[in-house]
């Protein structure tokens, strides 16, 4: 069996392939609860075949941001630019926006700090670090990512407001926002504030590759240019709109998450686990020799996400509805 070190589960979540190698006598099909993925995902017409035997209309494009900015709660949908994952649009931005200092408030997704690393220098902020006021770029996630760390809207608005009066950047990846929406800065023109939303997480479609970036309406044509005339797929283009368009599919969605949240929060309690933060996407778990765990977890065929500077936790992904009783079972071996 390899070690977890030698696997890729410390970086980020998915990587079932190389759990699979490690772990070759594990059940199949394994139960992947390393990414905070919506586990029932919408479910609406996909681009038909002629329009994936031509390029993505432009107006289409152009359909797909107005939605998703009504969505968001952005008037303007000019603000709004399609990208092929949030992913993608924050390895870009150090090299639109960098140059000076950046922070990253601590702890942070690990693909900020690689967008960045290469770039210029940085350094990991808490929220009351004087730093974190007056470095040139401020990147934060809220809820965020791994441990659901969350920031009031009232209080991110005062920061970032402040921080563009002083030609500071702020940015903001709402990745997880869709089950939090009080929390979400997307409508607020404030003109260095860049916020980022994924589409594929609460829309349980991470496969789609579908994230927006929703900047001053300056900064968003500028990046739209960047991208190119089809920065998203066909596919991307009618499931996007399809689903933002579905407003009581996401309000009905919000409730069964927040309700799953609470059925496996209960579940860990009984396996002896606590569960210490997180959102209704996925939980933030106190785990005592973690590491251990989580390899065990493997021999069932569940996958988890281990971390390597904190071998005391491990976050866990919501399961579906038939795989509940499986996730209970492994939890209690």
Not at 3 to 29: N, V
Not at 127 to 133: Q, S, Y
Not at 255 to 281: H, M, N, P, R, Y
Request: proline content about 6%; charged content about 25%.
């Amino acid at each position: 069996m390899a070690s977890i070190s030698a696997l890729g589960a410390f970086r980020h979540g998915g990587r079932l392939r190389e759990a699979t190698a490690a772990h070759p006598h594990a059940p199949c099909p394994w139960l992947d609860l390393s990414t905070g993925i919506n586990p029932h995902p919408w479910s609406g017409p996909r681009a038909c075949d002629d329009d994936l035997r031509r390029l993505p209309d432009p107006q289409g494009l152009a359909e797909l941001e107005a939605v998703a900015a009504r969505a968001f709660g952005v008037n303007d949908s000019g603000r709004v630019a399609a990208v092929s994952g949030a992913e993608a649009a924050l390895r870009l931005l150090p090299g639109l926006i960098g140059g000076g200092a950046v922070a990253l408030l601590d702890p942070i997704y690990g693909g900020h700090a690689e967008a960045w690393a290469s770039w210029t220098p940085n350094r990991l902020v808490s929220l009351d670090d004087p730093r974190t006021l007056h470095a040139d770029v401020l990147v934060l996630v809220n809820p965020n990512n791994p441990d659901g760390r969350r920031i009031d809207r009232e209080i991110l608005a005062a920061l970032a407001a402040e921080r563009s009066d002083q030609g500071r950047w702020t940015v903001v990846d709402e990745s997880f926002a869709e089950v939090a929406p009080a929390l979400s800065v997307a409508d607020l023109e404030i003109d260095r504030l860049i916020t980022l939303r994924s589409f594929g997480k609460f829309y349980g479609l991470p496969g789609v590759r579908l994230g927006f970036l929703i900047g001053n309406k300056i900064f968003s044509r500028e990046f739209r240019l960047l991208l190119g005339d089809w920065p998203v797929s066909a596919d991307a283009i009618a499931l996007g709109q399809g689903a933002y368009a579905d407003e009581v599919w996401r309000k009905t969605t919000r409730i069964w998450l927040s309700e799953q949240a609470a059925k496996v929060d209960a579940a860990l309690a009984q396996a002896g686990f606590t569960t210490v933060g997180g959102c209704d996407l996925f939980r933030w778990v106190e785990v005592p020799d973690a590491h251990t765990v989580f390899n065990r977890l493997c021999e069932q065929g569940v996958l988890t996400r281990p971390f390597a500077d904190r071998p005391d936790r491990l976050r866990f992904g919501l399961p579906s509805i038939k795989d509940f009783n499986r996730f209970q079972k492994a939890l209690q071996a």
